[in-house]
């Protein structure tokens, strides 16, 4: 199974575009696409699906979902075998997104003021292929959104939007099928996004999921291929990225915001990775 995450940045929210219920015959290939600016999603009910993006291969099996990106070229690789069911759904986002083997933090592009009560940054994140953990439950899901789209009523599009976020937010959080390790290194990669402020170590996760550190480190460096150390750091200087390239606060302040004790220790660290200064980074990428 694929590990991919697509992570996409909100707000503002993506949006349904259209979608369908399609059956192809044995012999039928996907039509031969790129560029088509929306994620295609599949959702297979019967049969296989066999896909290929860019020059990579994938199969779609029964009870499965794949998405297809935006900008890559696709079609099938080879013919389905026998009749094939399956939904698809085209949704339309303006916000950064990235595909990656784990998943991103990113902070939202547009400027929400912090002195009041405010929307908060949030990733969604989505896997590129998974085992659907409840079929059912996302196929009738899937066709309510279609046929709200065919009511007559000038208001129909808040029903529409309510079934799709209420869709996005079941597959986000809980719409895909995670064998233990999985659940458990998603579970601590949540735990480090949402801690980068304050001082993390090995020993806190520990306690704080009541299993040894050596067992935490092993599960994480297969899902991620880090330990949750390494993560982290990742993840400080990943979310550092976004402030500096879309906010204004001061460079000290976002070594404060992303955990760093002093910003001696978060510059030499920054620089190690990204090869460059907060500063001279800022200067080279900030719009």
Known sequence: MDQQIISISIPPFPSFIEGNYTTFKA?????????????????????????????K??????????????????????PCEEETSFFWMHIYTSSRWQQANFPMCFVSDLPIPELHFH???????????????EPELIFDLLDDIQKSTSSNRIDSIWYTEELFLKFLKYIDTQGIAKDRATLLAEKVHLYLAEHLSEHVDNNLLSAEFHLHVNYIARVMTKVYGKTPMELLEELRVETAKQYLIHTNKLIKNIAELVGFETYISFTNRFKKITGMSPKTYRATYKK
Do not use: C
């Open 27 to 55: 012999g039928q290939r996907h039509v031969h696409r790129y560029n088509i600016g929306f994620f295609d999603l599949i959702f297979v009910k019967k049969g296989a699906l066999f896909l290929r993006e860019d020059s």
């Open 57 to 78: 291969k994938y199969t779609i099996h029964e009870n499965e979902m794949f998405i297809l990106l935006p900008n890559a070229e696709h079609d099938s690789w080879q």
């Open 119 to 133: 929307q908060k940054s949030y990733t969604l994140q989505l896997p590129k292929l998974g085992k659907i953990a």
